[in-house]
């Protein structure tokens, strides 16, 4: 690992989300619609399921989307696997690309939460609740971005991933499921779901559920790159 190359595919990265209007937007949405929320709420407290809405929305929309977005690029130009062939080695781009993704999620995310109301997160199980999810969301968006050719192809799977996973909590409330059916129970098990169990109960618990979530996305992520090393 060389923090010299990590450094520099960091500021190559941090100028590039600068001057793309798209990723600005990704990373200002949960931050509009926190704002919205936070006018209609007219005082009232925003219910937790309601805030994790948000944070699973900033989630799979600025984390997965932006690390993305960012390596879709690159493997639109050509320039992906030239970047995994150079002396920089796996460890430098991830790391590289996902300090950008990080600082681009924790811009969203603390904003998002100072206008809805920061204090259900003010505590040690909460934030390392946050902080699996975070592991969670970015190391899929890498796996996914090995996969996807182009920007465009990026959509095709961000779409639906940001429904079924970051928008969880409100797939309950559409009623397109059956109280007690399995699909509900199975969402239940969903990692955002988890974290907003977290908060109710003294157990550990829905820890170790997310903690299983992200030990399945790593395993993903890893397949995808070693597929990728070997088509070159």
């Known amino acids: 690992m060389s ?6 595919i960091f500021e190559k990265d ?6 793309n209007l ?17 006018r209609v709420r007219n005082g009232a407290e925003l219910t937790l399921a309601m805030v994790y809405i948000i944070v699973g929305g900033t989630f799979a929309v600025v984390t997965t989307g932006t690390i993305m977005s960012m390596m879709a690029e690159e493997n639109e130009k050509k320039t992906l696997r030239g970047l995994i062939q150079s002396p920089a080695s796996l460890l430098d781009i991830i790391i590289g690309k996902s300090l950008v993704t990080v600082l681009a999620t924790l811009f969203t995310l603390i904003v998002s939460l100072l206008i809805v109301g920061i204090g259900p997160f003010l505590d040690l199980k909460a934030v390392l609740g946050l902080v699996l999810l975070l592991l969670f969301f970015l190391l899929l968006g890498i796996g996914f971005a090995l ?8 959509t095709a799977y961000l779409m639906p991933f940001t429904f079924l996973f970051g928008f969880t909590p409100m797939i309950g409330t559409l009623g397109l499921l059956a ?24 157990s550990w618990m829905p820890m170790g559920i997310i903690g299983i979530w992200v030990l399945g996305a790593a395993i993903f992520t890893y397949l995808c790159f ?3 090393r070997m088509d070159d």
């Open 226 to 228: 070693r597929k990728t």
């Open 147 to 154: 996969s996807a050719k182009s920007v465009a192809g990026t």
């Open 3 to 8: 923090i010299r190359r990590i450094n520099a």
């Open 22 to 38: 798209t990723m600005l937007i990704t990373m200002f949405t949960p931050i509009i619609i926190a704002l919205v929320l936070g």
């Open 14 to 19: 941090i100028k590039d989300l600068m001057k």
């Open 179 to 202: 109280d007690n059916s399995i699909g509900l129970r199975i969402l239940d098990k969903f990692p955002v779901m988890q974290a907003v169990q977290a908060h109710d109960t003294s």
